[in-house]
């Protein structure tokens, strides 16, 4: 699957479309995925093994699943599926107010 940012696709759209006629295009907005640019010739049921890690992924980043859950709709396995979310740079874990003071206590340790 391609990925391209709002910025490149506003400044060479044909590009994508380009990649369109060959693979579905995930649209990056802000490094996360925002829309998927299908080619109408195709039919969706081509690309459905493209298809569900796009909407695993996007389900994950949104918190609406765990990674486990997303990983089995994507068809993948676990790795695989950690693998598609590095390259997307969606962050498997997410810092809260407890990472600031883990990180002091980890710098007080190591010094």
Known sequence: MYATNVRNL?????????????????ILKGNQPNALLLNLKTT?????DQLKPALAASLFKDRVMSLGAAAKISGLSLSEFIDHLAQLDIDLVLPD???AKEIDILDAWLS
């Open 10 to 26: 506003k400044r060479n759209p044909s590009e994508a479309l380009r990649h369109a006629e060959l693979e579905p295009v995930l």
């Open 44 to 48: 969706l049921g081509e690309f459905d």
């Open 97 to 99: 107010q407890q990472t």
